[in-house]
């Protein structure tokens, strides 16, 4: 099996993994505040929260960005119940994430 599209796009730096598991999704997670990317492994079991965390922690190692404060897009809807697995939530092998502010602010 080939692996997904999005394991070809450019990301800043290595992927991190999500959870344990044999089979995990291939991931790209996007802020659309810093225009950067990531790619994340993630077991479809795991809550969609897990990955925005994780994300968060990498894209703002300073712990200066909330998980409360950013919403989880895919297909450009939000996920509303990010308690939910990812693929209980609808996503799959080679899907993109955006993560992107809950709230717009000024620009500077």
Avoid: C
Wanted: glycine share 10%; aromatic share 6%.
């Amino acid at each position: 099996m080939s692996a997904p599209f999005v394991t070809t796009l450019r990301t800043n730096g290595e992927s991190i993994r999500v959870g344990h598991s044999n089979n995990p999704l291939h991931l790209r997670v996007q802020v659309a505040d810093l225009w950067d990317s990531m790619r994340v492994d993630a077991g479809g079991e795991e809550p969609v929260i897990a990955v925005k965390r994780a994300a968060l922690a990498r894209f703002y190692p300073d712990g200066e960005a909330n998980a409360d404060e950013y919403v989880v897009r895919l297909h450009g809807f939000e996920i509303l119940d990010e308690q939910k697995s990812l693929i209980g939530s609808g996503i799959r092998d080679g899907s993109i994430l955006l993560l992107v502010g809950r709230r717009r602010k000024p620009v500077r």
